[in-house]
Structure formats: C-alpha cells, structure tokens
C-alpha cells in the first residue's frame, strides 16, 4: 500500500511540478523556498500528491513496526515500478526495453522477499552505531554534488542525494517504532495513543522530520529537471542503501539465502528501471 500511494503521489507531484515550474537549481530551492512553496500549495495536482504520499508514509510508518526492515524495505522497490507504470500511461513519457526488464525483476523480487517469511529478528543498536549512519549519510549526500564537476546530471544528482537521506528517515523510522514497542510494551499500531505519544515525545522523531523534509526538497527538485520514470527509481535505489546495511550490521536481523537473493534482484531491476539514453549534445 505504501508503494502505491507512493508511485501515484510521485507521479502527480511530477506532473505539478512540470506544470507550474522551470527548471529549479538546488541554490534556488533554497533561496527560493518561500515562493516556491506557495505555488506549490495551490497547484492542486501536487496538493493530491502530497496527500499521498503522507498516506504512503502511515503505511509505511505501520510496516515498520510489524516487521524488519530487510523485509519491508525492498518491497518499497515497488514504488518505481508504479510511478515509472503512470509515468508511461498518463505523463506520456517514453520507456525503453531495459526499463521493461527492470520491472520485471522488481516484481520477481518482491515475491521472492515476500515469499521469505516475516520474522522479526530486530535488535537495538547503540547511539555509537547509530552516530555513524548520521555520518555517513552526511558524507554521501554531500559527495553526490561534487559529481557535477564530472559532469553528472542534476536529475541523477539530486535523486541520488534525496534517496540517501530519505534512507536514514526510514532507518531512524524503524528505530522510532522499535523504541516505541519497547517503552510501551504494546503492539506497534499508529494510532494507539500510547504508541503515538511515545513516538512523539522521543529524539528520532525530530531526525524523522528533518530528513523527510530535506530530502523532500531535494526530490522536488530532482522532480524539474527529469523523468518521474528515471528519478523514482535512483531515489528508491539509494534508500535502500542504508536501511539495508543497518538491518544487516546494527540491528541484526537474519536474512534468508531467498531473501538475499530478491533483495539483489530488486536492486538490480531498480537499477535498469532508472537507465535512459541521454542526447548527444551538438558538439561547440
């Protein structure tokens, strides 16, 4: 469910922002965010979007607290597939055969993580691991914007900068929702009260906030200067990366052999979802 609602609310997000909006360069969005915000809030197409995605995160939010991380995550690989699927359908926008062979091995790999079983096997990390996956989101994030001195494209570059700190937003999510069970001793349900006023009066919440809303201006960013079909994968991609790593190192969670191997298919798949030719530029 939160796949869906995330596929649909990239796509109409996408559509509002190539609706009302140039082409915005990072420097912009931030010196611009006032204005920008204003005009998005009343383009309705990416108002619905948000709305959707704000679904998606309940979702999402709920699967956390019912399973591990190394399942729930990659089954969010769906979400490219969707926005890529609208992207064709409705934004009109061209797929190639390898993006057709990537959504096929998302699928496959989503029934295979599915099929493996959702066992929870969470343990809780200490603040010193959890320092280090702070850092090292910092770290890649910031490298990502020293590739335009190789010539790397904005849309690959702020998706990819996007996906690595919307990453950490999952993994603090996840650690939310654990702390939440712990301190409670109940049932992860969103809308226990119990459960909600734990997680809203603990520090990862304020980590949660600031990531999603960092890495949500750095994709609607990403957004005007590309392809939803191209810029949902990369972003998918690279959330993936430190959610995967933490669940196999600091919250020792077992992967099975089946599991491993869709969550490499998904990869892999993601991968070729967010390949596209790029046109060769007149020589100067």
Not at 59 to 73: E, N, P, S, W, Y
Not at 271 to 277: D, P, Q, V, W
Request: some cysteine; glycine content about 10%.
């Amino acid at each position: 469910m939160a796949s869906l609602f995330w596929g649909v609310g990239t796509a109409l997000q996408k559509y509002g922002m190539s609706s009302e909006f140039p082409k915005i360069t990072l420097a912009n969005v931030f010196r611009q965010i006032i204005p920008i915000l204003k005009t998005l809030l009343v383009n309705w197409h990416w108002m619905l979007g948000l709305v959707c995605m704000a679904a998606g995160g309940l979702c999402f939010a709920t699967a956390l607290g019912l399973g591990d991380m190394a399942l729930v995550q990659p089954l969010i690989g769906l979400t490219g597939v969707v926005a890529a699927f609208i992207g064709v359908t409705v934004l009109k926008e061209k797929i190639k055969g390898i993006e057709i062979a990537g959504i096929a091995g998302i699928v496959f790999g989503v029934a295979l993580v599915g099929a493996s079983g959702g066992e929870r096997t969470f343990q809780m990390p200490s603040d010193t691991a959890l320092m280090f996956f702070i850092a090292l989101t910092v770290f890649l994030a910031t490298g990502a914007f020293l590739l335009k001195k190789f010539h790397v494209s904005s849309e690959f570059t702020l998706a990819f900068a996007a996906g690595i700190i919307l990453g950490l937003a999952n993994l603090m999510g996840k650690l939310l929702a654990e702390r939440a069970i712990i301190e409670t001793e109940l049932p992860f349900v969103l809308w226990s009260a119990p459960i909600l006023v734990s997680i809203l009066t603990d520090y990862p919440v304020y980590i949660v906030i600031v990531t999603n809303i960092l890495g949500g201006i750095l994709l609607q960013a990403a957004y005007s200067n590309g392809r939803a079909g191209v810029i949902s994968p990369i972003t998918t991609i690279m959330s993936f990366i430190l959610p995967l790593l933490a669940s196999m190192t600091i919250f020792g969670e077992k992967i099975k052999p089946t599991q491993a191997f869709g969550i490499v298919i998904i990869l892999v798949g993601t991968a070729m979802l967010a390949t596209k030719e790029e046109q060769k530029k007149p020589a100067s």
